[in-house]
């Protein structure tokens, strides 16, 4: 069957499979599969957060954020501590990691200054302006559309596949 899709969606879904495949290839880099290295990033982009919360931005379930947690505290790049305010809750933080950081930092710095001779002189700052608020809108609906999708599964008694 012939795909009708738009040069524009076409690409769309050639970026979006290329930046899956990169991160999942740094993350068997790191030892890890895509789900936990995202999760470690999301630690790394907002800090120490509860189970609950990294279950409730990577749209895991309860149990599912657990195993992931576990592997990575096993792997040393996390600890679980104690909320002082709430005994109960558990709160998640990423490890001052040295194989994180040794692992890490080559394969952005190289990203970063490949994208850099790449695109740095190509487009002039109006250009990269519209690129950027394309990126960030495009950014905004498929938050909205993961949150959608998230709750129409809240909605269905079938279970989701974790």
Do not use: W
């Not at 895509?34 to 990577?58: S, V």
């Not at 008694?157 to 974790?162: G, N, Q, T």
Request: hydrophobic fraction near 40%.
């Amino acid at each position: 069957m012939a795909d009708t899709s738009s040069p524009g969606e076409l690409l769309g879904r050639e970026l979006s499979t290329a930046v899956v495949l990169f991160h999942q290839a740094v993350a068997e880099r790191m030892g890890l599969n895509a789900t936990d290295f995202k999760c470690l990033d999301m630690l790394a982009q907002r800090g120490p957060l509860t189970a609950g919360r990294l279950a409730e931005i990577l749209g895991l379930t309860g149990g599912a954020i657990t195993g992931v947690i576990d592997r990575l505290e096993a792997a040393g790049f996390v600890q679980r501590e104690r909320d002082p305010g709430d005994r109960r809750r558990v709160i998640i933080k990423p490890c001052d990691s040295q194989a994180y950081a040794k692992t890490l930092v080559p394969i952005f710095a190289s990203l970063q200054q490949a994208m850099g001779e790449e695109l740095a002189n190509r487009y002039s700052p109006e250009e990269f302006d519209a690129i950027e608020d394309f990126l960030r809108r495009t950014i905004h609906i498929l938050r909205q559309e993961t949150l959608k999708l998230h709750q129409q599964a809240e909605g269905h008694s079938e279970p989701r596949a974790e």
